[in-house]
């Protein structure tokens, strides 16, 4: 995909054809006011809730919120439209149905010089937050095997501090021209190596709370190149299409790291007699389904930043498709766990993204995630701010040769 790159869930040729996108989206869709006042939902939400726009009263987004869950959902929608956030996503339960949880995502459209101004709202239906105890025991297994993967990580770390030591003692006594010189070289660099795998893993199995910042996809990807191609095997060809111009995100770098893993090592899985892996990179633009074309561009869109893994393996059926994002479900047996592609749903939409699968069965499958593009005004802003803070503190700038 090249930086100029669209994509669109449905692109539109007018009005009418966005109003049709709406009515028709297999998902809850509706748009609010300020106020929380529902101005439009679709046929989808009206089937979740029971409502119409047509019952002759209006509809508000709290009263489709559980009660524990509505003063929560109303401070959200204001400090969407207060500038505090550029998104919310809350799970609550089904007033009607209080055995699923509905995960509402919103974010405020404004369209240039019209005075429409609203947030789009959409509604998810997903399993209940309370699930049997096999799946409890499952996933205080898997916290436990994080737990120790932790610590032998740790462990190993400090053994390999320690035939570091000892090379460079080598090293230090050895004449540059003498060959044993050259080997303890190498078994020092890769002991340097084994050192930065260690790290990756630790970052993964103990995350620990680096906070939100300004990220480059591109950096996370090539961070990991070498611990990706480590997990997929020699059987499997790893390729990197990453756009030079990318912009930045604002992401937990961590949360980052954990969805390239999770995507690499799903597509490693569809393809076990081997194949190829793309991960790719790009600046884009969403067309927003639902609302009104712009005055200025003749179409509402918002710029984001891709990250997607593409495998030619095994690929999905529709209805695997429609569940890959549950969690506990597995095409895998028991050798997997079904928390992967739900993992990584979770930490996109809970960052303003979204992500979609295009998959069929023997043609492969290829996941995009779209993430908020941090405008360069907020970047140079960022940046100007943390260079007179270090000034102020005395501190000048690392840079690294």
Not at 111 to 123: E, F, M, Q, T
Not at 194 to 216: E, F, K, M
Not at 220 to 242: P, Q, S, V
Request: charge should be negative.
């Amino acid at each position: 995909m090249s930086a100029a790159a669209e994509f669109s869930w449905m692109p539109p040729d007018s009005e009418t054809e966005l109003h049709l996108a709406f009515d028709h989206a297999p998902v809850g869709l509706a748009q609010c006011r300020a106020n929380g006042e529902i101005i439009r939902l679709n046929p989808a939400l009206e089937q979740l809730f029971g409502h119409s726009s047509t019952m002759g009263r209006s509809v508000y987004l709290g009263d489709l919120l559980h009660p524990d869950d509505k003063v929560a959902g109303e401070r959200l929608l204001r400090e969407v439209f207060s500038g505090k956030r550029n998104s919310f996503q809350i799970d609550s339960r089904n007033p009607i149905a209080s055995e699923w949880v509905v995960r509402w995502t919103g974010w405020r459209v404004a369209y240039g010089k019209s005075n429409i101004d609203h947030a789009l709202v959409l509604a998810e239906q997903i399993r209940g937050k309370f699930h049997d105890d096999s799946h409890v025991r499952q996933t205080q297994g898997l916290e436990a095997v994080g737990r120790l993967a932790g610590g032998v990580a740790h462990d190993f770390n400090n053994l390999l501090t320690g035939v570091l030591l000892y090379c460079d003692l080598l090293i230090a006594s050895l004449d540059k021209n003498e060959r044993t010189r050259k080997y303890v070289e190498e078994i020092r660099n890769a002991g340097i190596q084994a050192t930065g795998l260690v790290r990756q893993l630790l970052s993964v199995a103990r995350p620990t709370d680096s906070g939100i910042r300004l990220l480059s996809l591109n950096e996370i990807a090539e961070g990991m190149r070498g611990l990706l191609l480590r997990l997929i095997g020699e059987n499997i060809k790893l390729e990197f299409h990453l756009d030079p111009g990318l912009g930045l995100i604002k992401m937990d770098h961590t949360q980052a790291q954990q969805i390239l893993l999770n995507l690499v090592l799903n597509a490693r899985d569809a393809m076990p007699g081997g194949g190829q892996i793309k991960i790719e990179t790009g600046n884009c633009r969403v067309q927003v389904v639902g609302g009104p074309v712009s005055e200025d561009s003749g179409q509402t869109s918002l710029p984001c930043v891709l990250f997607a893994v593409e495998d030619n393996g095994s690929g999905m059926d529709a209805a695997t498709r429609a569940r890959a994002f549950e969690a506990f479900f597995t095409t895998k047996g028991g050798q997997g766990t079904g928390l992967g592609l739900a993992t990584v749903h979770e930490i996109v939409t809970s960052n303003g993204g979204l992500i979609h699968i295009d998959s069929l069965p023997k043609h492969g499958t290829r996941v995009s995630v779209l993430l908020p593009l941090v405008p360069a005004s907020a970047v140079s802003s960022q940046n100007t701010s943390r260079t007179l803070q270090e000034r102020n503190e005395g501190v000048l700038p690392i840079i690294e040769e």
